[in-house]
T-cell receptor
Framework: GQNIDQPTEMTATEGAIVQINCTYQ??????LFWYQQHAGEAPTFLSY??LDGLEEKGRFSSFLSRSKGYSYLLLKELQMKDSASYLC??????????WGAGTKLIIKP | GAVVSQHPSRVICKSGTSVKIECRSL??????MFWYRQFPKQSLMLMAT?????????EQGVEKDKFLINHASLTLSTLTVTSAHPEDSSFYIC????????????FGPGTRLLVL
């Protein structure tokens, strides 16, 4: 079957760095996405990785290793507004998104 | 990024009535749109995949006669919740696929439905 695993909840301190991991097993691979979702709002697109390596976009970076079925989202210089759920999703061979359950990130002052 | 709009943002209706939700891709053409439902504190659940000009593909357990989807054009898909009941109260979110080399899904802002 298809499976996306990510931690349920993480806590970090304002100004610090946090890494949210995602492992996947899917039928085919056409890219991995990270989305941010604040409570009561729709998800917003953060990043897309289809090749191995690190993609940096401001305070957020995303890493992919296809051979390991592994990705992480790295958030630097954490701000209180970064408190949200972070969703990992993989596009399978049918170009359908398979979603993880999301990681709730709590930022403390 | 690409913009997807959704209307209405919030709707309250009586049990037994039907509710239509519109999803539009504003600055790109979307051959494929997706409809999701999200209950409080739960993950997104894909309801159906909507392809322009053809019938929607529904996920297992989603009643196609209850959740009518029409993908009328490359920029508009509608979801109609027919004979809504309180258990249909949820957050409904659409997304549209951009296509191209770096295909991405962008989400609408969601519609919060409350059935009394």
């Amino acid at each position: 079957g298809q499976n996306i695993d990510q931690p349920t909840e993480m806590t970090a301190t304002e100004g610090a760095i946090v890494q949210i991991n995602c492992t996947y097993q899917t039928s085919g691979f056409n890219g991995l996405f990270w989305y941010q979702q604040h409570a009561g709002e729709a998800p917003t697109f953060l990043s897309y990785n289809v090749l191995d390596g690190l993609e940096e976009k401001g305070r957020f970076s995303s890493f992919l290793s296809r051979s390991k079925g592994y990705s992480y989202l790295l958030l630097k210089e954490l701000q209180m507004k970064d408190s949200a759920s972070y969703l990992c999703a993989v596009m399978d061979s049918n170009y359908q998104l398979i979603w993880g359950a999301g990681t709730k990130l709590i930022i403390k002052p | 990024g690409a913009v997807v709009s959704q209307h209405p943002s919030r709707v309250i209706c009586k049990s037994g009535t039907s509710v239509k939700i519109e999803c539009r891709s504003l600055d790109f053409q979307a051959t494929t749109m997706f409809w999701y439902r999200q209950f409080p504190k739960q993950s997104l659940m894909l309801m159906a995949t909507s392809n322009e000009g053809s019938k929607a593909t529904y996920e297992q357990g989603v009643e196609k006669d209850k959740f009518l989807i029409n993908h009328a054009s490359l920029t508009l898909s509608t979801l109609t919740v027919t004979s809504a009941h309180p258990e249909d109260s949820s957050f409904y979110i659409c997304s549209a696929r951009t296509g191209g080399a770096r295909e991405t899904q962008y989400f609408g802002p969601g519609t919060r439905l409350l059935v009394l």
